[in-house]
């Protein structure tokens, strides 16, 4: 109770985190894909003015996290982690502390995974059991998480001809695709009824796809030439739309309740013929 525990994730990973940590009344901040903007959001804390001044997560929407923040776990959805502590880490002079690394520790995440299964061996319990176990007892909604990466073009072509006319072709698809997300956004950020919105989305459908339910929330990650991609909030579901910034690849995430209801929606959102 001394300390603001806090958890932060890329607007990517799993939300059964979030729902774990909402269960606790732990602040969760939500940021852009990347685990650089963890340590952005880091420094954003240490030197603040204000301890009452909200974070704007990567949807908009403001986190109070109290005047003495401490950081429970930073992650994101490729694995890479950082765990904080009651301890700042300060530097040779003990003038300031930083709340955590600056940069995802894999010896840190593998020493806590080998104290924990050790933990579960003695208790001869194994880490899925442990992990269904937490689930139920906590009736985690999301729970079957997937990505999907979708090739634009090939980039190891080597004829430069053919590379340059496939990359057109890719840029092309991405950005008719991410366009008609994002006006779909913009669209029910200006006023029009979310039923609207769908039928838009459903309009779109390829023929016998399932059709996409009543949707709660959509807008963009980011802004400007910051813009990111598009997520959209269903009541079983959530799934998140964006360009890769590394590859020549569009990710379609989705995670749910059910599996095949899952599967099944993120088909439909990959195949509309846009």
């Not at 937490?134 to 980039?155: A, G, P, S």
């Not at 690849?249 to 088909?267: F, M, N, S, W």
Request: include cysteine; charge should be negative.
């Amino acid at each position: 109770d001394a300390y603001d525990w806090f958890v932060t994730n890329s607007i990517s990973t799993s939300r059964s985190i979030t729902e774990l940590a909402a269960k606790e009344n732990i602040s969760v901040a939500q940021i852009r894909v990347g685990f650089k903007y963890a340590g952005t959001f880091c420094e954003w804390l240490e030197n603040r003015t204000d301890p009452n001044r909200p974070f704007i997560n990567a949807t908009g929407d403001k986190v109070y996290i109290g005047d003495k923040p401490r950081a429970l776990i930073i992650c994101e959805e490729s694995g890479g982690a950082i765990f904080g502590g009651t301890d700042l880490l300060m530097n040779e002079s003990g003038s300031g502390g930083l709340i955590a690394l600056r940069e995802k520790d894999g010896m840190q995440l593998g020493l806590m995974t080998l104290a924990l299964t050790a933990y579960l061996y003695n208790a001869k319990r194994s880490l899925s059991e442990y992990y269904c176990d937490l689930m139920e007892k906590n009736h985690i909604r999301h729970r079957f998480f997937d990505r999907c990466d979708v090739t634009l073009y090939k980039e190891d072509l080597e004829d430069p001809a053919k590379l340059g006319k496939a990359k057109s072709d890719g840029i092309s698809k991405r950005d008719i695709t991410m366009h008609f997300f994002k006006e779909l956004a913009e669209r029910a950020s200006a006023g029009t009824p979310l039923e609207e919105i769908c039928d838009m989305i459903n309009s779109k459908l390829a023929e016998g796809d399932r059709a996409i339910p009543r949707l709660k929330r959509i807008c963009n990650v980011g802004e400007g030439k910051q813009l990111e991609g598009t997520l959209m909030e269903f009541d079983d579901f959530w799934f998140l739309i964006r360009a890769s910034g590394t590859d020549a690849l569009l990710r379609y995430y989705i995670e749910g309740k059910d599996k095949d209801e899952t599967k099944a929606y993120q088909q439909s959102l990959m195949n509309l013929k846009i």
